[in-house]
């Protein structure tokens, strides 16, 4: 099973791959800090959909340091104040599926999902992960976060 052999998993994880790439519209990688970056969710169930991701591949929480679990933290924060200046939602969910049967679409690589709410759009958790119809195309959605987290 030669071919098994010399396919490293982390290649084909999406988080992994993306975080090779230079940040653009491509990889849709918004942010880098230290330990963590924001990405957009290519599938998006508002305009503005992000998610936070550890550069480590590791599929759960506690198998991260403290200190990348806490810039998690700081960079959803962030991701928040970013989305309020550009997009002025209602509210926010903020979470994350851990595991296959929690509904977790990259279940080797933890991530936090933060999605911007307005009154009217339907129940995250029972769409998370679903292709939507969305108002902007996925490349402005990108260029307005990415100079959101530019500007101070
Ligand atoms: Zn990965």
Redesign the pocket.
Known sequence: MEYIESTNK?DR????IAQANQDSAENLIAHRGERAYVILNRYPYTSGHLMVVPFE?KAGLEELDPVTRAEMMELTTRCMTVLRKVYNPQAFNMGANIGEVAGAG?K??VHLHIVPRWRGDTNFMSTLGTSRVLPELLEDTYQRIKNGFQKP
């Open positions: 982390e994880c999406i988080f992994c591949h990259v080797g690589h």
